[in-house]
């Protein structure tokens, strides 16, 4: 196999996705869990944290409680590098997250290779730089705002949650967003604005919000999206045009996966982020 051919890759990673046994029958959902996660802890202040790195190969970041879980996706990960050694880590949970987003009926992002894998844990970012889907929209605007996010763009990655489910043993909620958690659509924008939302707690001791049927839920985070009325006017645009939503779920997502990446004129990521920072 050639050396340098994400195509293949990416092929042999869209190979994987089904997994009858597993949660809804596809590892997609955790895989943009993976890629998210591993984007999402960066500071555009001090450019520290992001893709670049895969630092969650650490146990400071990859037992971090808020991504339980997600040793699934990266073991899930492990043949495809055993397969094609070549790839960084950092490159294969972020083009993880893009192919399983595509499979799942998503629109296709923009995805450059390049990032490199930290060799020791100096630059791993602290914990709690990733959004706690307890709180409401002054908490998801500074935490997308520290990485450099717009209200639309927020908006937007968060439609993410198109897909997927919580798990009660991982994050402490419980249940799915949407009644197909393996399709992405613009699903979530329209049961946000015309599902009726009550609180519950979960056996985990966290509220959340479900729909009257009590087989959809919501996080706090997710509901901030109806109760801010600039977020609100975004949901209400996504909700009626799902075209509009995937042009900037693309683009936002694109964008998220680049966050700590500071590439040289060879397309490579510099390997020492913070010791570039003043430049
Ligand atoms: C305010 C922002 C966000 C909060 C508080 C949040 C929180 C959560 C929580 C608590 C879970 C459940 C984890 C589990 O129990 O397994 C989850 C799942 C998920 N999140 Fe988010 N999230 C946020 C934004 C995002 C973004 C920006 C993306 C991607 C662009 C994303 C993609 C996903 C996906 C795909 C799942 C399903 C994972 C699975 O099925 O295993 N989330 N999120």
């Not at 192919?99 to 390049?114: E, F, I, M, N, Y």
């Amino acid at each position: 196999m050639a050396e340098g051919d994400y195509d293949a890759v990416a092929k042999a990673i869209a190979g994987i996705l089904d997994k009858p046994d597993y949660d809804d029958g596809s590892i997609g959902p955790v895989l943009v869990r993976l890629a998210w996660h591993s984007s999402g802890t960066y500071d555009m202040k001090s450019r520290t944290g992001g893709s670049n790195g895969s630092t969650m190969r650490y146990d400071l970041e990859g037992k971090d409680p808020d991504n339980a879980g997600l040793e699934y996706a990266r073991g899930f990960l492990e043949p495809i590098k055993a397969q094609f050694p070549w790839i960084t880590y950092a490159d294969l949970w972020t083009l993880g997250g893009v192919v399983a987003l595509k499979a799942l009926g998503g629109p296709s992002v923009k995805w450059q290779p390049g990032r490199v894998d930290y060799v020791d844990e100096k630059n791993v970012p602290p914990n709690g730089r990733l959004p706690d889907g307890s709180k409401g929209q002054s908490h998801v605007r500074e935490v997308f705002y520290r990485m450099g996010f717009t209200d639309p763009e927020i908006v937007a990655l968060i439609g993410a949650h198109n897909l997927g489910r919580c798990h009660v043993d991982r994050s402490g909620f419980d249940g799915q967003w949407v009644p197909n958690p393996t399709r992405f659509t613009n699903t979530f924008y329209k049961l946000l604005l015309h599902e009726e939302w009550h609180e519950v707690t979960t056996k985990a001791g966290k509220k959340q919000f479900m729909n009257e049927d009590e087989d959809l839920m919501m996080l706090p985070t997710d509901l901030s999206l109806i109760r801010d009325p600039t977020f609100k006017t975004w949901v209400e645009k996504f909700a009626e045009d799902k075209d509009l939503f995937f042009e900037h779920f693309a683009e936002a997502f694109a964008k998220l996966l680049e966050l700590g990446v500071r590439r040289g004129p060879d397309g490579k990521a510099e390997v020492n982020v913070i010791k570039h920072a003043h430049i």
